[in-house]
Structure formats: C-alpha cells, structure tokens
C-alpha cells in the first residue's frame, strides 16, 4: 500500500512537470514583420582610438535573404559626414581614428543600397 502512495504522489509530480513543457508559443505571421516600421537602437564604446559600436535593429535582417519574410538590409557608416564603408552585422569595430571629436552616422540601406529611413547620429571623442 505505502510503496501505490508513493508511485500515485511520483506519478502527480511528473504529470505536473511535464505538463509545464507543453505551453504553446505563438510566432507572428510574416505580414506582421513587414507591417512594423524598422527602429535602431545603438550603443557605443570607445577605448583608445577604437570605437566599439552594438546595434539592435528590429524588422530588418542583416542576411543575404530572409526566410521569415523580414527586410533585408546593411548599415553604411558615414564618419564626419564622408561615407567610410559598409557592414552587414549589428556589431563592429570602427578602428584608428584620429584624436579629437567625430560624428558617427549609421544609416540603414536595403542590399541595393536604398535607405529605410532610418539612422543615428552621435558623437565620439577620442582621447589624445
């Protein structure tokens, strides 16, 4: 009898915790995506003459294509005001800039280099 308490008490358990596993997650439709209009969110940190430069970007992808039916896209990255190159990550590296006060501008372009509407402007002081 204690060792049918025990299996009926071990069986509740397991039924309880199993039964946790089974929450239903709902991913939006692809329309969803697409209706959204794009936002950049960016953080910057300098050391030395390196500036280290994190960006979230919602409703555009950084690949070549996009499964889930999302805008593709790269950042341009304009630096005092002259266009210095291009990347295709939400994370890099601006490396060996000058002492002095600069403007760092990302700009978020489609892969033939349209622009969404969206970019960020600020300021980075490198230290002498």
Known sequence: M???????ILSIFLVGILSGFQQSTVLPKVSEYSDKAPSLY????TKG???F???????ISFRQSDQQGRKTGKL?????GKKTKEVNSAAFIIKGLP??????K?????????????S?????NIPK
């Open 53 to 59: 430069v994190e960006c979230i970007l919602s409703g």
């Open 120 to 124: 960020k402007e600020f300021l980075v």
């Open 99 to 104: 002492p002095g006060e600069h403007t760092v």
């Open 76 to 80: 341009i990255i304009w630096l005092n």
């Open 49 to 51: 003459n390196n500036v």
């Open 106 to 118: 990302l700009e978020v372009v489609d892969l033939k280099n349209v622009p969404y509407g969206v």
């Open 42 to 45: 960016v953080q910057s940190q």
């Open 2 to 8: 204690k060792r049918y308490i025990e299996l009926t």
